[in-house]
């Protein structure tokens, strides 16, 4: 939900939200309205995507020196 040039704008997703909880409708609008801060979410999994994310990246990067040894699948 947002507004542009002065109009109220909703996605189809903002309207799923209307039926499933009016009231977050309502904080959304605020929102729009600038009445209400967003609030803050914290991303708990953050951190746990971020090392594992590292760990991938160095994972590939050490196996790129070397050449790949694929089996080919039974079949």
């Known amino acids: 939900m947002q507004t542009i ?3 109220l704008t909703l996605s189809p997703s903002d ?3 209307y039926i499933e909880c009016q009231h977050l ?3 959304a609008l605020e929102v729009s309205r600038g009445e209400r801060k967003r ?3 914290a991303d ?32």
């Open 5 to 7: 040039g002065g109009r």
């Open 15 to 17: 309207l799923n939200d």
């Open 44 to 75: 708990d999994h953050a951190a746990v995507r971020t090392r594992l994310q590292r760990r991938w990246c160095s994972s590939l990067s050490s196996s790129s020196s070397q050449p790949s040894k694929r089996s080919r699948p039974p079949g």
């Open 25 to 27: 409708t309502t904080l």
């Open 39 to 41: 609030p803050f979410l």
